[in-house]
């Protein structure tokens, strides 16, 4: 299986295989627990298998949680993909992360950081984003940076909006993009 990290096209199905692999060792390992503990002799030993099934069920539920929440979501498209990467130059692009807040699950398949701006293309037809840029912008405040964020639903206007926008040029410091690319991700599942 190849391996895809936060940011890049295709993670979400890897995560998700990934993630899936992990709930099912868990629940394989918990099962062979309480079969051990048919077959133990004395009744301290069935107590201590039965102590360590239970426990084995914490780990297991803190994977499949977040994976159960997000696994309607799919990877983007080759061709959504191919649209995209056109717009490279115009700052760093990140695809088919999900954020979440407190209020809502933000499947963002495409997001273009540059360094004041963030537009972000998101498929939850029933999120707010009011909400959603509310959210991203403070999060980016709470590590001191400001940045102009724009959730975007409709695929047509979100491309509108990138083909309008100039590209970035190259003398430019990237350290506050990476800094918000680095946050982008690790507000994502």
Do not use: W
Not at 43 to 49: G, M, P, V
Not at 64 to 88: I, N, Q
Not at 103 to 124: G, H, K, N, R, S
């Amino acid at each position: 299986m190849k391996r895809y990290s936060k940011g890049q096209s295709g993670y979400r199905d890897y995560h998700k295989k990934k993630e899936l692999l992990k709930v099912l060792i868990g629940a394989v390992l918990i099962i062979i627990q309480l079969i051990l503990r048919k077959f133990a002799g004395n009744a301290a030993l069935k107590n201590t298998l039965t102590v360590m099934a239970i426990l084995s069920v914490l780990p297991a539920a803190n994977i499949a949680a977040p994976l159960l929440a997000s696994f309607k979501f799919r990877s983007l498209s080759p061709m959504l993909e191919k649209k995209a990467s056109a717009y490279e130059e115009k700052g760093v692009l990140l695809y088919d992360l999900i954020i979440s807040s407190k209020e809502q699950l933000l499947p963002m398949d495409v997001i273009l950081v540059m360094p004041d701006e963030i537009y972000a293309y998101c498929t939850a037809g029933k999120a707010d984003s009011d909400k959603a840029e509310r959210y991203i912008k403070q999060m980016l405040s709470q590590h001191k940076l400001d940045y102009n964020v724009k959730v975007i639903f409709d695929e047509n206007s979100f491309f509108k909006r990138l083909s309008s926008l100039k590209p970035k040029e190259k003398n430019e410091a990237n350290g506050r993009s990476d800094q918000a690319v680095t946050l982008l991700k690790s507000l994502s599942m």
